[in-house]
């Protein structure tokens, strides 16, 4: 549920942006909608996101200035890349990002878990990763959907849709607490293989999801361009 207080500050903070001639960081909401076995709308909430985690900086500034990842802790001071096996990996150039084929094993894009631990930007790995299966605490991933990406000229903003489905073909109800967006891949020569989380949500309200029922969440993440367009 969006806090209209927030939402205001988050407007306030664009509209100095723009003032000031500089783009604000990107913006996620995510979508959380919840149908039971009869196709029944049983839960439909969108949240803010803002817990990008510290692979996320990192990534986003050395990308950009071509400079190599180096560091060999996850903290401040440092641009080392965590993968969620808890190994630094800092070998030659930039993650190698895959959204798309992300498969049924959940390798990359969205991910769900059942932790509600406090955000910290020096998160690897989600707090408690929802499995893909049918097993008891599993949910069955969808492969990830394709980005799709707009622009809207009244506000020059361009905005990615990121969406997935889950299937809850367990034999209990599952209460999905947190999100995450991970990329497959890594490091240049030493790190494929290797998985890194990238942003990390706790999420409020939280998301039930009843035997039979499917859980479809999206991430809308958009980019203020009024500074240039």
């Not at 207080?5 to 500089?22: M, Q, S, T, W, Y």
């Not at 299937?167 to 890194?196: D, M, P, Q, W």
């Not at 809308?220 to 500074?227: G, K, L, N, R, T």
Request: charged share 15%; proline share 4%; glycine share 10%.
């Amino acid at each position: 549920m969006l806090n209209p207080i927030e939402e205001a500050r988050h407007a306030d903070l664009k509209n100095r942006c723009r003032e000031l001639g500089v783009s604000p960081p990107p913006e996620i909401f995510i979508g959380l909608q919840v149908v039971d076995r009869n196709g029944v709308l049983i839960f439909d909430d969108k949240q803010r996101g803002h817990s990008w985690l510290r692979n996320y900086w990192n990534w986003a500034f050395w990308s950009t200035t071509l400079t190599p990842p180096t560091g060999s802790t996850y903290e401040a001071g440092s641009l080392a890349t965590k993968a969620e096996t808890g190994e630094i990996k800092n070998d030659d150039g930039c993650i190698n990002a895959t959204w798309r084929n992300a498969g049924m094993n959940a390798d990359a894009g969205i991910v769900v878990g059942t932790s509600d631990t406090t955000f910290s930007a020096e998160h690897c790995a989600m707090g408690a990763l929802i499995a893909h299966g049918a097993g008891a605490g599993q949910l069955a991933y969808c492969g990830q959907a394709t980005p799709t990406a707009s622009y809207t000229s009244d506000t020059k903003t361009w905005k990615s849709t990121l969406a997935r489905i889950f299937n809850n073909n367990s034999s209990g109800s599952i209460t999905v607490k947190e999100t995450g967006l991970r990329i497959n891949g890594g490091i240049f020569y030493a790190g494929y293989g290797y998985r890194f989380l990238l942003e990390r949500s706790v999420l409020n309200p939280t998301a039930t999801v009843p035997v039979g029922a499917q859980l479809t969440v999206t991430y809308e993440i958009s980019m203020d361009f009024s500074a240039i367009d």
